[in-house]
């Protein structure tokens, strides 16, 4: 079952717009990972925080994360049209055998040029 | 980092047929799973592929359907048994690799079609 919850389900911004994501799971957690997925292919990561971080950046990517209320959020700054894609927050839970990750239900964006 | 292959890319099977997928691994990894991602959805973990043992199955999949092979640490397969079109879907190896951040590392992806 999925462990998060994503929204908006569906973004549409325009070009050089700010788009952000919000992730919500349910169990504690070891480490939030974002990934983003082109059309029904691979997932390519993105970045991860751990659950002792509160913000963590990558180039145009800036995740936070707040344990207390079991939320996440990813926001793409300066949006591109090659930003357009779904994006996908997946926990690493603190239960069960190492390191399975739990996804969330995705955010589609897109952005128009 | 880790680069993940996957054979076929997708397929158009009949129902009642078995499609087996493969994915290779740059690298030495530890632990690697299958996913399904049905369409317009998000991921679904089918199971933890062990090497040198049985894989470990989620809620809802089961050995019979889903048979895995893990059989060094760089390679895996799925195969999707006695298919229907409800198993159309595109299907995900992923490994883990230790040291470094834990991330996991997903293949390109088998994108299924059950006729």
């Known amino acids: 079952s999925q462990q998060g919850e994503e929204d908006p389900q569906a973004l549409s911004i325009q070009e050089g717009e700010n788009a952000t994501m919000n992730c919500s799971y349910k169990t504690s957690i070891n480490n939030l990972q974002w990934y983003r997925q082109n059309s029904g292919r691979g997932l390519v990561h993105l970045i991860l925080?751990?659950?002792?971080?509160r913000e963590k950046h990558s180039g145009r990517l800036r995740v936070t994360l707040d344990t207390s209320k079991k939320s996440s959020s990813l926001l793409i700054t300066a949006s591109r049209a090659a930003d357009t894609a779904s994006y996908f927050c997946?926990?690493?839970?603190?239960?069960?055998?190492?390191?399975?990750?739990?996804f969330g239900g995705g955010t589609r964006l897109m952005v128009k040029p | 980092s880790a680069v993940i292959s996957q054979k076929p890319s997708r397929d158009i099977c009949q129902r009642g047929t078995s499609l087996t997928i493969q994915c290779q691994v740059d690298s030495q990894v530890t632990m690697m799973f299958w996913y399904r991602q049905q369409p317009g959805q998000s991921l679904t973990l089918i199971a933890t592929a062990n090497q040198g043992s049985e894989a470990t199955y989620e809620s809802g999949f089961v050995i019979d359907k889903f048979p895995i092979s893990r059989p060094n640490l760089t390679f895996s397969t799925l195969t999707v048994s006695n298919m229907s079109p409800e198993d159309s879907s595109i299907y995900l190896c992923?490994?883990?690799?230790?040291?470094?951040?834990?991330?996991?590392?997903f293949g390109p992806g088998t994108r299924l079609l059950v006729l």
């Open positions: 997946a926990t690493d839970g603190m239960t069960g055998a190492g390191n399975m990750l739990t």
């Open positions: 992923s490994a883990w690799v230790a040291g470094g951040q834990e991330t996991q590392y």
């Open positions: 925080i751990r659950s002792n971080e």
